[in-house]
């Protein structure tokens, strides 16, 4: 079954340093998407993809993130300047079409110390 | 605002009792409606979701969902739980024409033998 697979699955940074988390979406999927969840809240919305731009985002994804599909078949997620409250674990979907299901991967947990 | 609210954060279960998550959400316009749920140390996978049509929904593993208009509900049901269904449960919401899923802050689910 085809999945949507995140690279690395744990990521420790320091404080101030950029960090890119990477997605390989499901191969026929057009939409992209992050999402985000802090330890103990629900998982928040920051972006979404489509025909190489973003068409959606949330107040959080501000000028610090940065989203990009280099290839084919990559789909990363760049933070800059990474602060303490940016540890988080983070979700790449893929979906066919829109309002469809979005197919969720494994998640990177991100600490940022 | 757009908001989703689970109302039940833990829930312990004994086997085959029956399990009924709340579900409710504050959106204008068409909306649709998905349960996700996360076992431990897995992604988020659907277990079910309403688009348009019966307001009663079938998912995978027994479970369904009913779409409740009038009272802005997506209530997650299943006759009798299991140990395996411990996990995580998510509803989430989206407009018909936004890419965003918004995600309650889930359901912790515990079915003791």
């Known amino acids: 079954e085809p999945e949507v697979t995140q690279t690395p699955s744990h990521q420790v940074t320091q404080m101030g340093q950029e960090v890119i988390l990477r997605c390989v979406p499901i191969s026929n999927h057009l939409y992209f998407y992050w999402y985000r969840q802090i330890l103990g809240q629900k998982v928040e919305f920051l972006v979404s993809?489509?025909?190489?731009?973003?068409?959606?985002k949330s107040e959080i994804f501000d000028d610090q993130f940065s989203v990009e599909r280099p290839d084919g078949s990559n789909f990363t997620l760049k933070i800059r300047s990474t602060k303490l409250e940016d540890s988080a674990m983070y979700f790449c979907a893929s979906g066919v079409a829109l309002n469809t299901e979005a197919f969720f991967g494994q998640g990177t947990r991100l600490t940022v110390v | 605002a757009q908001s989703v609210s689970q109302h039940n954060h833990h829930v312990i279960l004994s086997e085959a009792a029956s399990l009924e998550l709340g579900c409710n959400y504050s959106y204008g316009g068409t909306v649709n409606l998905f349960w996700y749920v996360q076992y431990p140390g897995q992604h988020l996978q659907l277990l079910l979701k309403y688009f348009s049509g019966d307001p009663l929904v079938k998912g995978i593993k027994g479970f369904e969902a009913e779409f409740i208009k009038s009272k802005f509900s997506f209530n997650l049901r299943k006759p009798s739980v299991q140990w395996s269904d411990t996990a995580e449960y998510f509803c989430a919401v989206n407009g018909n024409s936004g890419y965003a899923l918004n995600f309650g802050k889930g359901t912790s689910l515990l079915v003791t033998p």
């Open positions: 993809f489509y025909n190489n731009e973003i068409s959606e």
